[in-house]
């Protein structure tokens, strides 16, 4: 039976180690459904390991995760988008000659119940399938004003209209949680704040929960619920906006210096 919950997301003590190193250190946190948490901290202070272990592409020593109540380890790696959980990543992983409307469709496709052979010989059910994920791809890449460039392949495309493609992708597989790496690295003010606004938009309309790694504070600050701050892999801060940022300890771990 599943624990119950009133969290979408509960991270219980987990601690991860490479050799002798200690990237996570007990790290415990829960994240509300239907919030957006930010998860901030210094270069080196564990928020890219914690999204690999609830991608599952990294293991952990100690801990337990749970996603609705169950043991994330319950599922394999390749179960995580199926299960409900998807992810944007710090450096784009476009298929960069495939047009915007190709890329978001094979995000949709863990949706999808074909096995190999009855694709290759297009029975009735594939091609069914395949219209109904065309659709839903359609109604996301309108959703986040991607209908002008749809046929257009990716590499002819700028740097912040790709980022909005991948978020495409990562959110035709209808996640539960969505987990976004850097969404605002290598974006303009005005592209930032267009992000924010976004953000905000998805969560309200497709009823998500976000989890986002992010450096820049302000647009962190100004979309999120709740703000986790981790340094040297231990957690130091969780909390409002209001509340972390006034934390010493998270303004000595970005300054140095207390203020």
Do not use: W
């Not at 035709?172 to 905000?200: F, T, W």
Request: neutral net charge; charged residues 20%; glycine residues 10%.
């Amino acid at each position: 039976m599943p624990t119950p919950t009133t969290a979408l997301l509960d991270i219980e003590g987990v601690t991860v180690r490479f050799g002798g190193i200690t990237a996570l250190d007990n790290v415990s946190f829960s994240v509300a459904r239907g919030s957006i948490a930010g998860l901030i901290g210094p270069n080196g202070a564990g928020k890219t390991t914690l999204f690999n272990c609830l991608s599952r592409l990294y293991g952990f020593s100690e801990g337990r995760i749970l996603f609705e109540g169950r043991p994330l380890t319950d599922t394999p790696a390749h179960g995580i988008a199926a299960l409900g959980i998807g992810r944007t990543f710090q450096n784009l992983a476009l298929f960069r000659t495939m047009s915007v409307r190709q890329n978001v469709m094979l995000g949709g496709h863990c949706r999808t119940s074909s096995g190999f052979l009855s694709s290759a010989l297009r029975l009735p059910h594939v091609r069914r399938e395949e219209l109904r994920l065309g659709d839903h791809a359609d109604q996301v890449i309108d959703l986040l004003d991607l209908r002008a460039v749809r046929d257009i392949a990716v590499m002819d495309l700028p740097f912040g209209t790709q980022k909005r493609v991948e978020l495409a992708r990562a959110l035709v597989s209808q996640p539960k949680l969505l987990l976004l790496d850097e969404p605002a690295g290598g974006l303009n003010h005005e592209e930032v704040e267009g992000l924010r606004l976004l953000i905000r938009r998805i969560r309200d309309q497709l009823n998500l929960t976000i989890l986002l790694v992010e450096h820049h504070m302000n647009l962190v600050m100004r979309v999120s619920d709740q703000v986790i701050a981790l340094d040297f892999g231990r957690k130091i801060a969780d909390g409002t906006p209001a509340e972390v940022q006034s934390n010493h300890d998270v303004i000595r771990a970005y300054l140095g210096v207390e203020q």
